[in-house]
């Protein structure tokens, strides 16, 4: 394939780009167009020489006008940037809702048939709620707006043989870049030479442990990402020894673009805005269907065409819950301030509500559960056994034990010498106060040096004390680094590397025994290292240098280390806490199937090996419903692409599926998720960009906290529904019985407006703070296809809008009959009504505990609601004019004697429905226990 195909797979549409590429194929090579990019070929797949020649470079890089005329064909080495999104944006987003469409039309129609006090009042509560919403929103694009900037960095790049430091946006196919440890890659490379290179993947791969990197042949096309190590990729940091690499793609054809590349599909919508959804399209119909029925019945009475219009557009809107919006986006706006004093920042409003919804957390290990900081936490030494190491990343200040006791002083003795020989035989260096600054250096390195620490040595007195003379890097090769210091007295070589390397030449010990302990500690998830030492005599004894040449015999073997990145101290109980809470937790990691399975297997996240998957696995499964991916609990060595049908399989298996993650890797998983959950502390900004919450302190254990404050919320809503679709219910009912009886208007349209605001204007947004019921975490997550209007609510419904319009027709027939006038029976009816729902809104307070077990100081804003809105009507009565547009009348004591039992009907009936609904379900819960005790 000659470079003309590259270019044309990399930049596939305009006809002028093939003609471009006339001028720098070869003779002879044909041209047409191709599609793809050059992502596509397998570069690792290749050998080094079959590189240079489809991409036309030298050892010695490429010409400038070369590489100018190739940036103009590929463009800028960048991610391409998505639009920010504007306030005007933001505050259309607000308005695509079913919901809100129902509540334009009705303000459209009312406008057109003069009631512009109404088509006002629904504009007033569009406005109010669009611009919470919006707020909220813009807040949250303004603290996460973090670009993609993986990729952008300075680079050594060989141009005409001649080193220059170039922006790495300039980088073009076919370029050649000098590395050293440090740098950032910043593009995809294959490796041309490599000496002692280890590039950190993490981010990408999911690998916790920096991978050895070698120039090498070629490597089958199907080899994992996380396993290419001929290769380099962007946004990966090379971490220790140098290199020479080709530059094989740029911008949207590396590795970290496919994963930029996956964000551009369809996110999925939040489950609080699917069933809202569904609630308005079966809430219109229901509208419909009502007003329908009111028309008909009232032409049939011989009613004018315009009142029949009035009083129908005035039912529609009382049974059409317009404070609904303003309610909703107030209780998500106090649940997501409640979620940022528990660490848990939300990006977009209706995501608030996702955590207490989900099923399913699928969470990356590195990071997520994990520290991301490789520390030493169990040693064996020769004659003391085994040794545990406490502290976790970091921490300087921990205590060294064996079964809980404290250390005999040989015991202590033989742990500082394995640590003064790692200490030595390192590169990195680590300043204890000194934050990210104060580190550089290999994950390894520094774990040893934080070992040294904790026992009590000052690593920079013993390096000066123990000058190096002479060291040798660590290789993939020869798979142990060793270095030769001058002690004073002699020189001593300290050596470090693979146990399977080391134990063989060491004296004194019983390799086999101490290889079976290795793979023991390995089978626990541990990465395990030797430490040996060899005195090589004095100043002027040759034998040192001939150790490093390779005569490592009569080793004194000092010990076994155990890394490992250990887990977050909160995320074993975080993730207790999800299952006692009915939400699985999945873990998703780039580490090899046994380290994944053992650190789950620490979690409580899976019990049998079984229960891993492997990312292969993942990708032989074609169809992606496979059962055994759906019902995995770990998934080990797993790519980006992996993490994507994961929760694609998850999805169509039924789950509402949390994606946790804080590498560039997970982003196109926490798109594709119900619910993405970043990392915003150590998180990568691609990462955070794909998420809809993130969390700021980096603790899984957070994502409990958002859990419980997701229900909180979701709960709250139900609550705000409950109360304005029951009034609703009853206002519609109260007509219907009326018209069908023969029963005169039971309130003019006016008056039902009026009661529409006064009951519902307040009451719902004050309902919406409520505060969190007990016991949330202790339920079942709903399922995830039960409707917001699910057998509860409606069951809720019906009965209490049966029991406030049946009660209140009844009254109004009885007013009629006693011969009271349609003026003056109007009048004490909506006085009825008003507090009617003003009794209700205790009933909604939670929908199975008894109102009165739950304290008035839960909400004081809701109590004021109350009493402000039955004070307002009252206080109508007696303000001149707006009496007389509503014909209110002051009601005398003997009728509010009659009123207030009445409306505590209600409050009774729904009170004896919450206690037999009580009763039924802890009837088998007692049969339980019983057969338990039995």
Known sequence: MALSHILAQACPAPQRIDEDLNMIQPPGTPTGKATGSSRDTAWHGLVVDAVMTRLESSPDGLSNSEAERRLALFGPNALPQPPARSIAAIILSQLKSPLIYLLLAAAAVSFLLGEYDDAGFIFLVLTINTAVGATQEWRAEANTAALRSAITTVARVLRNGTVRRLDSHQLVPGDVVLLEGGDRIPADLRLLEANEVQADESSLTGESLPVDKAAGEALPEDTPLAERLTMLHAGSTLQRGRARALVVATGSHTELGAIAGALKSPAAAPPLTRRLDRFARMLGLVSLVLVGAVMALQLSLGESLSETFFVAIALAVAIIPEGLPVAVTIALSIATRRMALRNVIVRHLPAVEGLGACTVVATDKTGTLTMNQLTAKRLWLPDHGFVEVEGAGFETSARLHQEGQGLSDTAHGAVRSLARSAALCNDADFDPDGGKEGRSGDAVDLAFLVLALKTGLDTGVLRKTARRIADLPFSAERKYAASLHDHGDGHILHIKGSAEVIVPLCDHVDGENVLQLADEMASRGYRVLAVAAKPVGAADDPAGRRALDGDLQGLILLGLVGFIDPLRPEAKQAVAECRRAGVAVKMITGDHAATAFAIARELGIAERPEEVVTGREVAADDSGSSARVAGASVFARVEPAHKVRIVEAL??????????????????????????????????????????????????????????????????????????????????????????????????????????????????????????????????????????????????????????????????????????????????????????????????????????????????????????AQAVHIGAAFTPGLSDVLELEPLPWSEWLMLIPLALTVLLVMEADKWLRSRRSSRPERRSRELRSA
């Open 651 to 868: 999805k169509r298996a039924g789950h509402v599926v949390a994606m946790t993650g804080d590498g560039v890797n997970d982003a196109p998983a926490l798109h594709r998720a119900d619910l993405g959950v970043a990392m915003g502390r150590d998180g990568t900004d691609a990462a955070r960009d794909a998420a809809d919450l993130v969390l700021a302190d980096d603790n899984f254990a957070s994502i409990v906290a958002g859990i419980e404050e997701g229900r909180a919320a979701y709960a709250n809503i139900r609550k705000v529904i409950y109360l304005l679709v029951a009034t609703g219910a009853a206002e519609a009912l109260i007509f219907l019985l009326a018209l069908a009886t023969g029963l005169p208007l039971p309130l003019t349209a006016v008056q039902l407006l009026w009661l529409n605001l006064v009951t519902n204007g307040v009451q719902d947004v004050a309902l919406a703070a409520e505060g969190s019921e007990k016991g949330l975490l202790d339920r079942r997550p709903r399922p995830p296809r039960e409707p917001v209007f699910d057998r509860l609510m409606i069951r809720e419904t019906l009965l209490a809008g049966a029991v406030m319009g049946l009660v209140s027709t009844a009254a109004f027939a009885w007013m009629i009959a006693q011969g009271m006038s349609e003026s003056d029976a109007r009048n004490t009816l909506l006085f009825l009504m008003v507090a009617f729902m003003n009794v209700h809104v205790f009933n909604c307070r939670s929908e199975t505990r008894s109102t009165f077990r739950i304290p008035l100081s839960n909400n004081w804003p809701l109590m004021a609601a109350i009493v402000g």
